[in-house]
């Protein structure tokens, strides 16, 4: 079992908004010093592979070789670990009620609308892809 004074790995990709929701959690809560920051990376996403069964962002290392996938599980872990009341967060609320309500609404309302090929075009435009060679 992992030492829960240590700094767990957190590996976040830019501009997943998942991954803004754990770090927005993450600074509203004062855990910046429970985390060690990894950048999304081919050797970090083998290693996500090779531990969770699948590569997903973002992703926290709660013990050596064990990975959590989900931004909500993250989110509830760390609050538990810390003794952190989420409904006493303000700023993180209101980024949940807002940003990040409107974004899962928007992108709902695309995949139903447009199909799952027109969402992932705008997933990749956003990213600044083009074509489909993409990552």
Do not use: W
Not at 51 to 80: H, N, Q, Y
Not at 111 to 122: H, M, S, V
């Amino acid at each position: 079992m992992s030492d829960a004074s240590a700094p767990r790995r957190l590996f976040l990709k830019a501009q997943c908004p998942f991954c803004a929701k754990v770090v927005a959690f993450i600074g509203a809560a004062g855990l910046a010093d429970k985390v060690t920051l990894e950048t999304d990376s081919e050797e970090n996403r083998e290693y996500i592979q090779k531990v969770a069964g699948k590569v997903g962002f973002p992703a926290l290392e709660t013990e050596p070789d064990k990975v959590m996938l989900e931004s909500t599980d993250i989110i509830d872990f760390l609050a538990k670990e810390s003794d952190v009341d989420t409904e006493k967060l303000p700023l993180y609320d209101f980024l949940m009620e807002g940003v990040l309500k409107n974004y899962s609404i928007l992108s709902r309302h695309v995949r139903e609308r447009e199909g799952a090929e027109a969402y992932l075009a705008i997933i990749k435009a956003g990213r600044g892809e083009t074509g489909r060679g993409g990552k």
